[in-house]
């Protein structure tokens, strides 16, 4: 069954510094993986999705993540983080065996620092 | 475009009442899904539906029933509320399932008293 573990619940950071946001999956077969968004009382907002291509993937906003199969992880980053990243991220999974429908993470929420 | 969309934002219910939260989109998409959220436990999956008169159940499905009569509409019915059901409700839709990016609706925040 898949499933996804997002290592960190709440993560602080000062502006101008980068972000690390964990993410461990679990997944029978190649997984489809994403990185969601969510500023406060909005809906989700896609960042970066990976599907079998470049493991390397860049997202909007300066975001990035590194898909490891070896590591079952697809950590997100920021070089440097702005005022308006504070929100909170989803990692997400999805494979053939559960008919690709989306499993979400508990969630890492982001707090910047003046 | 106005993407997805989620009505009401807010409602209060009482425990035993029942009511429709409705969810639209101008995209085309054939697959749409509802998701409940809770403090610390992501987004668990409701129903979803690959195309008009398909539905399914997903994760947390008890409690609940869709149907799907056009391609943008996908309403969901809470049949009697209780407080479990107390959470944030989203809708979203998307090409297909799987690989394809989710747009979601704003949400719609769900009090049974």
């Known amino acids: 069954a898949q499933s996804v573990t997002q290592l960190d619940s709440h993560v602080s950071v000062s502006e101008g510094t980068p972000v690390l946001l964990r993410c461990n999956y679990s997944?029978?077969?190649?997984?489809?993986l994403f990185w969601y968004v969510q500023h406060p009382n909005k809906g989700l907002q896609l960042l970066l999705k990976?599907?079998?291509?470049?493991?390397l993937v860049k997202g909007i906003n300066g975001f990035e993540a590194e898909f490891k199969k070896s590591e079952t992880s697809f950590h997100l980053t920021k070089p440097s983080a702005h005022m308006s990243d504070a929100a909170e991220y989803f990692c997400?999974?999805?494979?053939?065996?559960?008919?690709?429908?989306?499993?979400f993470g508990a969630g890492t929420t982001v707090t910047v620092r003046a | 475009n106005a993407g997805v969309t989620q009505t009401p934002k807010f409602q209060v219910l009482k425990t035993g009442q029942s009511m429709t939260l409705q969810c639209a989109q101008d995209?085309?998409?054939?697959?749409m899904s509802w998701y409940r959220q809770d403090p610390g436990m992501g987004l668990r999956l409701i129903h979803y539906?690959?195309?008009?008169?398909?539905?399914d159940q997903g994760e947390v499905p008890n409690g609940y029933n869709v149907s799907r009569s056009t391609t943008e509409d996908f309403p969901l019915r809470l049949l009697s509320a209780a407080p479990s059901q107390t959470s944030v409700y989203f809708c979203?839709?998307?090409?297909?399932?799987?690989?394809?990016?989710?747009?979601f609706g704003p949400g719609t925040r769900l009090t049974v008293t």
């Open positions: 997400v999974v999805s494979d053939r065996a559960n008919d690709y429908k989306l499993s």
């Open positions: 995209m085309n998409h054939e697959y």
């Open positions: 539906s690959v195309g008009a008169g398909i539905t």
């Open positions: 990976y599907t079998s291509a470049a493991t």
């Open positions: 997944s029978s077969y190649s997984p489809s």
């Open positions: 979203a839709s998307s090409y297909q399932g799987g690989v394809y990016e989710q747009y």
